[in-house]
C-alpha cells in the first residue's frame, strides 16, 4: 500500500482505496486511535483557524471533531460489510481515576481518547482485548517491587481495572500471540460478555 498517512484525509484515503480497489489484503490495523485523534484535532484546527481543540465556544470544536469520527468509523463499516475485512484497532491506555458512587475511588486503565470516541472504540468492535505484561510484585523489606517474566497476554473480559469485551466466548485471559487470538476467531460472536 501507499506511504504511511500524515493527515487524516490521507487516512481516509486508503480506507477508501481498499474499499474500492481490488486487492489481497484481508486486515486493516489501525495504530494508533489515539494518533488518529490527533490528525484529526489538527485537521478540525486548520479548517477553523482555532489555536485549539477548545478555542471554540460552547464545545463547537469537540462537536466538529466527533463529526469528523463519524466518517471514519462509517468507513470502517463499509470495508467490513462490503470487502469482509478483519479490521484491527489499536490504542494506548492512560490511568484515570474512577469515583464510583458505591465503591471507594480507585485507578483504572481506559482508552487514551476523548470521551464521546472513547465509548465509540469500545462500543464498535466485537472484541476490545487489554494488552498487558504480566507483572508481579516481590517484597524486598517494606518495598514492593514489580518484577516481570516478559509474559504478554490478552485480557478479553470486563474489569473494573481496564477496559474490554468480546462477543466471542473467549476466555479472560490469552498469550498474546496471533496464533493464540486466531483460534478463536472462528467462533461467531454471541453478544457482550
Not at 489538527?42 to 481543540?53: E, K, P, T
Request: aromatic share 8%; charged share 25%.
Amino acid at each position: 500500500m501507499a506511504q504511511e498517512p500524515k493527515t487524516y484525509a490521507d487516512v481516509l484515503d486508503h480506507i477508501r482505496a481498499l474499499i474500492e480497489q481490488d486487492h489481497g489484503y484481508q486486515t486493516l490495523i489501525v495504530d494508533s486511535l489515539d494518533v488518529l485523534e490527533s490528525l484529526i484535532t489538527d485537521q478540525v484546527c486548520l479548517a477553523g483557524g482555532y489555536s485549539s481543540i477548545s478555542s471554540p465556544a460552547y464545545g463547537k470544536g469537540y462537536a466538529e471533531r466527533t463529526r469528523i469520527w463519524s466518517t471514519f468509523w462509517t468507513a470502517l463499516d463499509c470495508l467490513r460489510d462490503r470487502r469482509g475485512m478483519m479490521i484491527i484497532l489499536i490504542a494506548h491506555s492512560q490511568v484515570v481515576k474512577v469515583e464510583d458512587p458505591i465503591l471507594p475511588a480507585f485507578d483504572a486503565h481506559e482508552l487514551h481518547l476523548y470521551k464521546t470516541e472513547k465509548a465509540k472504540a469500545t462500543e464498535w468492535p466485537d472484541m476490545v482485548g487489554f494488552c498487558m505484561v504480566k507483572t508481579y510484585t516481590v517484597q524486598d523489606g517494606e518495598r514492593n517491587l514489580a518484577t516481570t517474566a516478559d509474559e504478554r497476554v490478552l485480557l478479553t473480559k470486563s474489569n473494573p481495572a481496564y477496559t474490554a469485551k468480546n462477543r466471542y466466548s473467549m476466555p479472560e485471559e490469552i498469550p498474546l500471540s496471533w496464533q493464540e487470538f486466531e483460534k478463536h476467531l472462528g467462533l461467531k460472536p454471541n453478544g457482550d460478555e
